[in-house]
């Protein structure tokens, strides 16, 4: 009995040193309300923006690569289903054009199936290092055939392989499972010319709504924003 009386003291002094080490080192570890960054690397004024928010979307994105940010045509895409749960992930911009923005994916991936269902999406680039953001909200359609085709001849060979190998969004049982698909369609193709599959192309999203935002000094950010209408764009400030 005295010996279990022992062994418990001793594993009641033992649990109050870790929980006063567990104390010591969450009080070290910085509260994530005092994470704050001041904004003041520069503004956003309406007489200085292009009057076709396209315009400054490519201006501001050269910007961005000039600045060194590391892929800034990275870019946040949120779908809907049809009864309107939303998902969202960061994939990569692959053009620009006077119509919307172009990017590639499985068509039977979660993204895939849920922009066929309802084609609509935002986007945001999230240039952080440089204070800016862009958000960008429109309809999502498919691109032809061959335009797909031709982004697809244009993708390194390995790139090509992934397209066929990945069941995107699916279960795997296992990393070798997919390995093993790799590996069977590297064979398949072998020498051959890879073409595109059905299943994997482009999209385009038309944009109805672009907002740029500068961070500014106190969180009173400068909030840019153009709606698209029947006679064009219009442009707004918006509150921080």
């Known amino acids: 009995m005295a010996y279990i009386c022992i062994a418990t003291r001793d594993v009641d002094r033992q649990l109050k040193v870790i929980g006063l080490l567990y104390q010591k080192k969450r009080s070290q570890m910085k509260k994530l309300f005092e994470f704050r960054e001041e904004y003041t690397t520069g503004e956003l004024n309406e007489t200085e923006v292009k009057a076709?928010?396209?315009?400054?979307?490519?201006?501001?994105?050269?910007?961005?690569?000039?600045?060194?940010?590391?892929?800034?045509?990275?870019?946040?895409?949120?779908?809907?289903?049809?009864?309107?749960?939303?998902?969202?992930?960061?994939?990569?911009?692959?053009?620009?054009?006077?119509?919307?923005?172009?990017?590639?994916?499985?068509?039977?991936?979660?993204?895939?199936?849920?922009?066929?269902?309802?084609?609509?999406?935002?986007?945001?680039?999230?240039?952080?290092?440089?204070?800016?953001?862009?958000?960008?909200?429109?309809?999502?359609?498919?691109?032809?055939?061959?335009?797909?085709?031709?982004?697809?001849?244009e993708r390194p060979r390995e790139a090509q392989i992934g397209a066929w190998t990945s069941p995107q969004s699916k279960i795997l049982g296992s990393r070798e499972e997919l390995e093993q698909l790799q590996a069977s369609f590297e064979k398949k193709f072998n020498d051959l010319e890879i073409f595109r599959p059905s299943y994997w192309g482009g999209f385009i999203l038309l944009p109805t709504t672009i907002e740029f935002w500068q961070g500014r000094p106190g969180r009173l950010h400068d909030r840019l924003v153009y709606y698209r209408t029947e006679e064009g764009w219009t442009l707004h400030r918006l509150a921080p």
């Not at 501001?60 to 800034?72: F, K, M, N, R, T």
């Not at 691109?143 to 982004?151: F, H, I, P, R």
Request: proline residues 4%.
């Open 52 to 153: 076709n928010p396209m315009e400054q979307f490519q201006q501001w994105l050269q910007a961005a690569i000039d600045s060194g940010v590391p892929e800034a045509n990275a870019m946040t895409i949120a779908t809907c289903t049809a009864s309107g749960k939303p998902s969202a992930r960061v994939v990569l911009l692959k053009e620009i054009n006077k119509n919307g923005f172009v990017f590639f994916t499985n068509y039977l991936s979660r993204k895939g199936r849920e922009l066929l269902e309802n084609p609509f999406a935002a986007l945001v680039f999230d240039w952080h290092s440089i204070e800016r953001q862009i958000r960008v909200e429109g309809r999502v359609e498919k691109l032809s055939a061959l335009d797909s085709d031709v982004y697809f001849n």
